[in-house]
Nanobody
Framework: QVQVVESGGGLVKVGGSLRLSCAAS????????MGWYRQAPAKEREFVAN???????NYADSVKGRFTISGDIFKETVSLQMSSLRPEDTALYYC??????????WGQGTQVTVSS
């Protein structure tokens, strides 16, 4: 069974940067969207950014101008460059890969903690 694995989380100070990466353990195929979500303690999981087949990217308002998503549909990898990090960016970050057929694959998450 294909697994999606995130990496790159960690502890960083306010204003710092981190780069998250995500890759599948095996070939998924027919990928349509790759994206990132996050969930802070006691909060709902929320959308952060995604990249759609063809190159369109979308961002949550809270991260626009600070985060940059980049993905390779054919290599089935996606990264999230995070800059100017704030305490409110602290969360468990999840990668989601969705196929043309609507199948979704989620990773287990990688923790990002921003200290003030």
């Amino acid at each position: 069974q294909v697994q999606v694995v995130e990496s790159g989380g960690g502890l960083v100070k306010v204003g710092g940067s981190l780069r998250l990466s995500c890759a599948a353990s095996g070939r998924i195929g027919n990928i349509y969207i790759m994206g990132w979500y996050r969930q802070a303690p006691a909060k709902e999981r929320e959308f952060v950014a995604n990249t759609v087949r063809g190159g369109t990217t979308n961002y949550a308002d809270s991260v626009k101008g600070r985060f940059t998503i980049s993905g390779d549909i054919f290599k089935e990898t996606v990264s999230l460059q995070m800059s100017s990090l704030r305490p409110e960016d602290t969360a468990l970050y999840y990668c989601k890969i969705q196929t043309n057929y609507g199948d979704s694959y989620w990773g287990q998450g990688t923790q990002v903690t921003v200290s003030s």
